[in-house]
């Protein structure tokens, strides 16, 4: 089955720097690269999706590149603040499956 | 604006017990799915099902079942409840198609087996 892999586990950096968070896949048969973002003790939402033939895309603050050669996909934030703060996941889609990564702590320091 | 309900927010079970966690969705979805999640384990995908009466195992299905006897409603059920199943539980819907689309969580439910 479908082995994502997040990293870093944990990211703290200071207010206004830019935060990167990298995933990896294992099949190559995934077409759709979700993020989502969960605040502490509320439901995770999606922020940001890309599709297979896409190779990047920006929102504001927020960008995703994916790599479909080498199965790999990265969230951008820039300049950060403090309400950015949050678990991140990124997530692929394979065949209706849904697959996340480990998740990774951001911690934006006022 | 989507809705994705489950049951109850929090639950405390005596090993061995049987427990039947539910989920609604009110957006006539075709995929539902039921995690647990877990501190550096991220979301974990137990199973999921894209129409009524139809599942598939997902990464961690030992010790669950699942059950969709109407297309919005997908119910997790823990056989013989034990220690290791005290966690967090998410469940959550999409649209199925050629475009795969966002998927809407529940509130949760956090389970402790005592």
């Known amino acids: 089955g479908e082995n994502v892999e997040q990293h870093p586990s944990t990211l703290s950096v200071q207010e206004g720097d830019s935060a990167v968070i990298k995933c990896t896949y294992s099949d190559s048969a995934s077409n759709y690269f979700p993020w989502y973002k969960q605040e502490l003790g509320k439901r995770p939402q999606l922020i940001i999706d890309i599709r297979s033939n896409v190779g990047e895309k920006k929102d504001q603050r927020i960008a995703v590149t994916l790599n479909k050669t080498a199965k790999h996909f990265s969230l951008h934030i820039t300049e950060t603040q403090p309400e950015d703060s949050a678990v991140y996941f990124c997530a692929c889609t394979s065949y209706g499956k849904l697959t996340f990564g480990q998740g990774t702590i951001l911690t934006v320091h006022p | 604006d989507v809705k994705v309900t489950q049951s109850s927010r929090y639950l405390v079970k005596r090993t061995g017990e049987k427990v039947f966690l539910e989920c609604v969705q009110d957006m006539d979805h075709e995929n539902m799915f039921w995690y647990r999640q877990d501190p550096g384990l991220g979301l974990r995908l137990i199973y999921f099902?894209?129409?009524?009466?139809?599942?598939e195992k997902g990464d961690i299905p030992e010790g669950y079942s699942v059950s969709r006897e109407k297309k919005e409603r997908f119910s997790l059920i823990l056989e013989s409840a034990s220690t290791n199943q005290t966690s967090m539980y998410l469940c959550?819907?999409?649209?199925?198609?050629?475009?795969?689309?966002?998927?809407?969580f529940g509130q949760g439910t956090r389970l402790t087996v005592v």
């Open positions: 099902s894209y129409d009524v009466k139809m599942k």
């Open positions: 959550a819907s999409s649209l199925w198609g050629e475009e795969n689309t966002e998927a809407f």
